[in-house]
């Protein structure tokens, strides 16, 4: 990949307001999250001064040196979007702006806890909407309980669904997937719907997608 971030940035904006077009909907419907996981402050202060303002990070030990490294960058917003263990909650529940991935109840129990005082934080519940034995996410059917246990923590905001799908390059798959997540979100409620990568970003967003979260596109390969 070439170009500068700012280049890249650009072009994925570009690519994400196309998008937004064809699926007949207002550009600022879609956040776009900037995945930095494992690139330099250096990259990240480079897409902050192209105008980016939210950034993902997927480590929660990274995620806490980075927002320290990157403080005087006002109005920079941290979601934390991989899974977290309860030891490493206290990271997150300080620098986040957003969680992405909560699919565990300790978790949810222990980032309540750890916001209080703070404004609730703002989450959205993953789903393993590919069925993969492997990945996180609560399977579908165990949404209901969940969500019913997590609304009832005070340190919490449920904004939407989350769901990070096998990658395929099948397009009616990719899209049966996100059609599943947003059919889910549909019916428990949730309006926020964080899906798509940059493999597959523009279908997320025909689909629905209200925070897309592009990494490679941006930043390079990560090695
Ligand atoms: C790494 C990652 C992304 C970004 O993936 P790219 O393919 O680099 O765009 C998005 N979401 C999650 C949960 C990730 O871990």
Redesign the pocket.
Known sequence: MSGSVAERLAAVRERVAAACARAGRPVESVTL?A?S?LKPAALIREAYAAGQRDF?E?YAQELRDKAAELADLEGLRWHA??PLQTNKVKYVARVASAF??LDRPEVARELSKRREGAPPLPCYVEVNVGGEATKSGLEPGALGAFLEEARALPGLQLVGL?S?PPPTDDEARARGYFQTLRELARTHGLPGLSMG???D?ELAIQEGATVV???????GE?T
């Open positions: 999250l995945v996981k993902g997927n979007i991989g992405h991935a989350m990070l990568t940059t493999h970003f979260r592009v990494g490679t596109a941006i930043f990560r």
